[in-house]
């Protein structure tokens, strides 16, 4: 079984369930899961989780994201994308120069309201499905954060531009608040999710290029493990009469360890007595002696101790099995 992330290149017309059931028949697992939906007509990142690898989804989906989109201004339409089904159509009034500013009168902190073509629940309905029934409900407006917009092209009614948004936030929606905010309305055309966190487009496997590398035993090359995704945390190594603690995911006390300066590889440092200790609520990652990754830590000083945070030891090297 694989066990980390990998970085897939999700193509126009697959679900990411698609891709999700494409990769359990090519590699042969069924422990396999995304970190964030992609609508079926959008290109790009997606970082797949496998095997205890799995447990980072909801870590993963925390991260900031940079999409490519396509804005078509003078139309609106009920999914809020090109899918949809037409709903208005204007003339575009706006200079290019007005079209600016109010593309970057989004950066920052905005109220978006979710769109009912979407995944989230009401009630333990999913939107889109209330949609497709000819509902509508209200959906409270949530706070979502615009880091960034780039115009990279402008030729009115069409515009592209770069976005950097924190999680939660629907391109489909922003464009049609840009689109509202310049009186004509505007839908987002097409859609490439270009990085999530650390993975980038550049990188990114098609699911046929996974098929190869399986095919060729070079898959475990691009299977990012656990640990390298808390690369910026420093390390920390448990004294070997402990390891029975470590496996059972329980507390430990700071002087069953010995901690890295810096981050580095797993180590026990030459002066297991040092005095360093982690920052009030700092999280470490934490390994046995034989550089086996077990987990994240967080340290409490009123304890003096390291609480786990989340453990990624996969089932077989677990205590009792």
Sequence with gaps: MYHGVMNIYKEGGYTSHDVIARLRGILKQKKIGHTGTLDPDAEGVLPVCLGVGTKLCDMLHEREKEYVAELLLGVTSDTQDSSGQILSRKEVTVTPEQTGKIIAS??????????????????????????????????????????EIEIQEMDLPLVRMRVVCSKGTYIRTLCDDIGKKAGCGGIMQSLKRTKV????????????KVEELVKNGRLDDYVIPVQDLFSDRRDITV??????????????????ISIQAEPSAAGILPDENAKDRPEDGEEVRVFDGKGTFYGIYRYERTADALCPV??????????GS
């Design 106 to 147: 989004f950066v920052g902190n905005y109220e978006q309201i979710p769109p009912m073509y979407s995944a989230l629940k009401i009630n333990g309905k999913k939107l889109y499905e209330l949609a497709r029934q000819g509902k509508e409900v209200e959906r409270k407006a949530r706070t979502v954060q615009i880091r």
């Design 239 to 256: 004294k070997e009469p402990f390891y029975r603690l470590l496996q059972n995911g329980n507390r430990l006390a700071a002087s069953m």
């Design 310 to 319: 989340k453990m990624f030891l996969p089932e077989k090297t677990q205590a």
């Design 197 to 208: 966190g650390a993975f980038s487009i550049e990188e990114a496997l098609t699911l046929s």
